[in-house]
């Protein structure tokens, strides 16, 4: 399997951070490794195209955006992504 990356698309709010936090809690309930990264840079948010935050990618794709995933939402995206 390849290697999964996980990337978070905020601003540094409550929501956003909540939504990082819950992909590393998905990913240690799922016994999954993943590069993890927390982007809160609105150059590289913008050109990923999303307008609402947080936004949620795995393998450079967007999976989700405007809303903060619980680690069951998470867990369940991850599910469909091995």
């Known amino acids: 399997m390849e290697n999964l990356t996980v990337k978070v698309y905020g601003s540094g709010c409550k929501g956003c951070k909540t939504l990082h936090q819950n992909v590393i809690d998905a990913l240690a309930e799922m016994d999954l ?3 993890v990264e927390y982007i809160t840079d609105m150059q590289k948010i913008m050109e990923t195209g999303v307008m609402s ?3 949620l990618a ?3 794709k967007i ?3 405007g809303r ?3 680690v069951a939402d998470v867990r369940k995206f991850l599910g469909e992504r091995i």
């Open 33 to 35: 490794a993943a590069d």
């Open 53 to 55: 935050l947080p936004a």
């Open 58 to 60: 795995l393998n450079d």
């Open 63 to 65: 999976v989700s955006f």
């Open 68 to 70: 903060v995933l619980s």
